[in-house]
């Protein structure tokens, strides 16, 4: 059992940045990838960006050159920098493990807000 904690989240202006952070319960060494999803009010759950145990990182076409996922194995924490936030990028921001294929974990969600 993985359990997974966001933090970070808030009510910016469009432009600034904010950071986000998961603090898992257990040692993330060997999780397979960890990610960011968003939902946004009335549209499906999508994936912001993901980083795998390697380090590989994939990121959705709109947050390319402002976000930046990254992962702390010592402190079993992982980030998301966001800069030049957009109104669009309004949403609840959840937290995700995958420890093995098709066995996911997900935290609570985190809301950021982004105001014109």
């Known amino acids: 059992q993985v359990q997974l904690v966001e933090s970070g989240g808030g009510l910016v202006q469009a432009g600034e940045s904010l950071r986000l952070s998961c603090a898992a319960s257990?040692?993330?060494?060997?999780?397979?990838?960890m990610g960011w999803y968003r939902q946004a009010p009335g549209k499906q759950r999508e994936m912001a960006a993901v980083?795998?145990?390697?380090?590989?990182?994939n990121y959705e076409d709109s947050v390319k050159g402002r976000f930046t996922i990254s992962r702390d194995n010592a402190k079993a924490t992982m980030y998301l920098q966001m800069n030049n936030l957009k109104p669009e990028d309004t949403a609840v921001y959840y937290c995700n493990a995958m420890v093995a294929a098709g066995n996911h974990y997900w935290g609570q969600g985190t809301q950021v807000t982004v105001s014109s």
């Open positions: 980083i795998t145990r390697g380090g590989s990182t």
């Open positions: 257990v040692s993330i060494v060997s999780i397979l990838s």
